[in-house]
């Protein structure tokens, strides 16, 4: 028989049962729910005589686990619901509901949310509130003016309750998307490493700028998550104490833009030298070198700094280091004063330089040996 952990639980026919459910999410549900009821009561205040069913729907749709989102919700639906209330009274007064105007309303209120660039509840809410108050208003006066009260109601009680109460972002899932970059990093040092050490060709050095390029989209990604994070902890009394977690986060995905800019330079260039592709491996240690400096890196910063970390930084950013003296000094007998060769593989060494100089920069002068 499972043992009960109040920070987990879960529905399972009606029943409670750990292990499904996590506290934050019925948190969550307790918050939404509790909002929606308050926001019933705040709407019958306001007009005893009405059925106020759009005020919990508001919260229902605006609350989420960050104040980020939420707010941005909240926004995106008021804006909906004004600007469809709008279309719908200014629309009816020329035709009737039928096939082509509900058409013609539901094209227009799109067209018109993705030029507001609203965001996809936004978008939709336009032409929903535009066909209901279309639809229904015609035989309920002052249904356009109650809906936009209702939503106005909800969306301030659910602005309320997640600014009251507010979810703390977790340290390690803010941590771990802002690593990701970092992590993609060293898996694309990893494969050319292996890529160059033996025969490779122009398709694998393409791949490797595909892959490079993505970069990209992992960065943008994880730096708009972790934009979000930071709107969210401005208001959130309970994140204060995570507010260093976010400032480590922010280190470690400033580096991981820069990495990600040396590696598509570093791809680039073996694309253009890829016609002359030939084992490389000197340089392959190299780059593998790289990728276990990076990783280290990423462990180093997850940790929070831990000295056990820190060491294993240090010992990895000066074995790189003295792979990267080694192979300079062998490419130097190698390629001479050839400057295809410089001009192509020889940004493998720079980026590499680049990216150690990155990684390292925690490190005091005693605790780096210089390459």
Not at 208 to 226: S, Y
Not at 331 to 358: H, N, Y
Request: hydrophobic share 50%.
């Amino acid at each position: 028989m499972s043992r009960w952990r109040p920070s987990l639980v879960s529905f399972h026919l009606g029943v409670f049962r750990p292990g499904l459910v996590t506290r934050s999410q019925v948190f969550l549900a307790a918050k939404t729910a509790i909002a929606a009821g308050l926001a019933w009561v705040a709407a019958l205040a306001a007009d005893p005589h009405s059925r106020p069913y759009f005020a919990p729907l508001a919260v229902l749709l605006v609350v989420q686990p960050t104040v980020y989102d939420s707010l941005s919700r909240a926004f995106q639906r008021v804006v909906g619901v004004v600007a469809g209330v709008a279309a719908a009274l200014a629309v009816s007064h020329l035709v009737a509901p039928s096939a082509w105007s509900i058409g013609v309303i539901i094209f227009l209120g799109l067209l018109v949310g993705w030029t507001a660039r609203l965001g996809p509840q936004g978008v939709v809410q336009i032409p929903v509130s535009a066909l209901l108050v279309f639809l229904v208003g015609r035989a309920t006066p002052g249904y356009g003016g109650e809906r936009i009260v209702d939503t106005l109601i909800g969306a301030g009680v659910a602005v309320a309750a997640v600014v009251l109460s507010p979810s703390a972002p977790a340290p390690g899932a803010v941590m771990s998307k802002a690593l990701a970059p970092l992590r993609r990093c060293t898996e694309i040092l990893r494969a050319i490493s292996r890529g160059i050490g033996s025969q490779w060709n122009p398709e694998q050095a393409a791949s490797w700028r595909r892959d490079a390029t993505g970069l990209i989209d992992t960065t943008a990604m994880a730096r708009r998550e972790h934009e979000e994070h930071r709107l969210s902890t401005r208001w959130n009394a309970r994140a204060r104490r995570e507010r260093a977690a976010l400032d480590r986060a922010e280190d470690a995905l400033t580096s991981g833009e820069r990495i990600a800019t040396y590696i598509r330079s570093m791809a680039r260039a073996l694309v253009d030298g890829s016609d002359h592709a030939r084992p490389m491996p000197t340089l392959a240690a190299m780059l593998a070198r790289t990728a276990s400096a990076t990783e280290a890196y990423s462990a180093w910063t997850a940790s929070g700094g831990a000295p056990a970390g820190r060491r294993r930084l240090s010992e990895s950013v000066d074995a790189a280091d003295d792979t990267l003296s080694s192979a300079l000094a062998r490419v130097q007998d190698r390629w001479g004063s050839d400057p295809a060769q410089w001009l192509t593989f020889g940004m493998t060494l720079a980026m590499s330089q680049r990216i150690l100089a990155e990684v390292a920069r925690p490190l005091g002068p005693a605790e780096r040996e210089p390459p």
